[in-house]
Structure formats: structure tokens, C-alpha cells
């Protein structure tokens, strides 16, 4: 599989909002010991799990 540029995780970062928001995950992973991948997945369960409830 190639990578597309901006492909971090499987997701595309293109719009300035969503570079801004990147930059908050790398900030979040780097602050937790993480990978940015690792925090995206955590992050995503987690809101997943708030709406289940």
C-alpha cells in the first residue's frame, strides 16, 4: 500500500484544521509515551464508548 501525502494512521491530514488537529495528537502521544498512531486508536475508543453511553 502506498501512503498519499499527509497519510498518517490512515488518515489524510490536508485542510489546515486538520494539520492543527494532527499537531494536537502528535502533542497528546508525546505527552502520554505513545505512539501518535497508539493515541488516535485510544482517543477514538474512547469517544466511541462516551456515545455508547
Not at 1 to 20: C, D, F, L, N, Y
Not at 30 to 36: D, L, N, S
Amino acid at each position: 500500500m502506498q501512503k498519499e501525502h499527509g497519510q498518517v494512521t490512515g488518515i489524510i491530514w490536508k485542510t489546515p484544521a486538520e494539520m492543527a488537529a494532527y499537531q494536537e495528537l502528535q502533542q497528546y502521544a508525546k505527552a502520554h509515551g505513545m505512539t501518535v498512531a497508539a493515541a488516535a486508536k485510544q482517543l477514538l475508543m474512547q469517544s466511541l464508548r462516551r456515545e455508547v453511553n
